[in-house]
Nanobody
């Protein structure tokens, strides 16, 4: 019963920056991995970045060098710093958490936050 709430989306000009936040609550473990996905109409949801419980991170090729994922375990929050934004970054961004529990794997999703990159 992990709950995830995203915030920080909005309208930004190309080349600008946004920082997305995902606040988690519930039965969260520091070893859980957390990540960001994005989706546009008619396309599958794609993984943007994720960070593990030991703070190892990975990024989609399209965002490498521009986006940075981080987490603050004290605040149960994961962030996505997005710099040098491009119109093709426009999407609904979703936060996700996954991990292992005694009963098996768990997976939680937030409701999403809209990012629009346009002049």
């Amino acid at each position: 019963q992990v709950q995830l709430v995203e915030s920080g989306g909005g309208l930004v000009q190309p080349g600008g920056s946004l920082r997305l936040s995902c606040a988690a609550s519930g039965s969260i473990l520091s070893l859980d991995s957390m990540g960001w996905y994005r989706q546009t109409p008619g396309k599958q949801r794609e993984l943007v970045a994720f960070i593990t419980g030991i703070r190892s991170s990975n990024y989609a090729d399209s965002v490498k060098g521009r986006f940075t994922i981080s987490r603050d375990n004290a605040k149960n929050t994961v962030y996505l710093q997005m710099n040098s934004l491009k119109p093709e970054d426009t999407a609904v961004y979703y936060c996700s958490l996954w991990g292992l529990r005694a009963g098996g794997q768990i997976r939680s999703w937030g409701q999403g936050t809209q990012v629009i990159v346009s002049s």
